[in-house]
């Protein structure tokens, strides 16, 4: 398979510390992204990183990506209760589809 | 999600009967993708369509087909249902494909007994 896998599974933290969660994947991407999930609901996409890119931001977000280690991480700044969900990245291989990882579930402590 | 429904939400079958399943969008989005989320897998593509009848196959296709007859609706079928494929059913769109970002719908749990 060539879905990403996520590190660490599962991830709590108190409220306003920050959060980091890593991505690994196996071949060369064009892009990358992560999605969260809460718990009974679809996936909310969050971020896209192409391969030419090392570093996005978004509100409270940063995503790095290091092609030469196939790995990305999230970071989310100051994280609040309503952060408390299911963190997914996915990567393209053939162009027209993503393959999703297992996620890492973050769980934020009020 | 906004411009995307998936119907049902909630179904029970039988083991051997089919079931079709619904996605319907209203962006005008050329790609549809069919997933399904399964404990310790996470999400799976089972078939992907990049137009009106141009359909491909993902990584979990056996013992499912599909159809795009017209834009916005992508129909999910098991023609003979099995408790493995007891999951959770998302359907995503997008308007690049891998370029972009992917819009979920609420998906759709179904259970074969």
Request: glycine residues 8%; hydrophobic residues 25%.
């Amino acid at each position: 398979s060539q879905q990403g896998e996520e590190d660490p599974q599962a991830l709590s933290i108190q409220e306003g510390e920050n959060a980091t969660m890593n991505c690994s994947y196996k071949t060369s991407i064009n892009n990358l992204q992560w999605y969260r999930q809460n718990s009974g609901r679809g996936l909310v996409h969050l971020i896209l990183i192409r391969s030419n890119e090392r570093e996005k931001h978004s509100g409270r977000l940063r995503v790095t990506l290091d092609t030469s280690k196939k790995s990305s991480s999230l970071l989310i700044t100051a994280s609040r209760a309503a952060d408390t969900a299911s963190y997914f990245c996915a990567t393209d291989v053939l162009g027209n589809q993503f393959y999703f990882g297992t996620g890492t579930s973050l769980t934020v402590i009020p | 999600d906004a411009g995307i429904t998936q119907s049902p939400r909630h179904k029970v079958t039988e083991t051997g009967t089919p079931v079709t399943l619904r996605c319907h969008q209203t962006e005008n989005h050329r790609y549809m993708y069919w997933y399904r989320q399964d404990p310790g897998h996470g999400l799976r593509l089972i078939h992907y369509s990049y137009g009106v009848k141009d359909t491909d196959k993902g990584e979990v296709s056996d013992g499912y087909s599909v159809s795009r007859s017209k834009t916005e609706d992508f129909l999910l079928t098991l023609e003979s249902a099995t408790s493995s494929q007891t999951s959770v059913y998302f359907c995503a769109i997008s308007a690049q494909g891998a370029r972009d970002g992917y819009t979920f719908g609420s998906g759709t749990r179904l259970t074969v007994v």
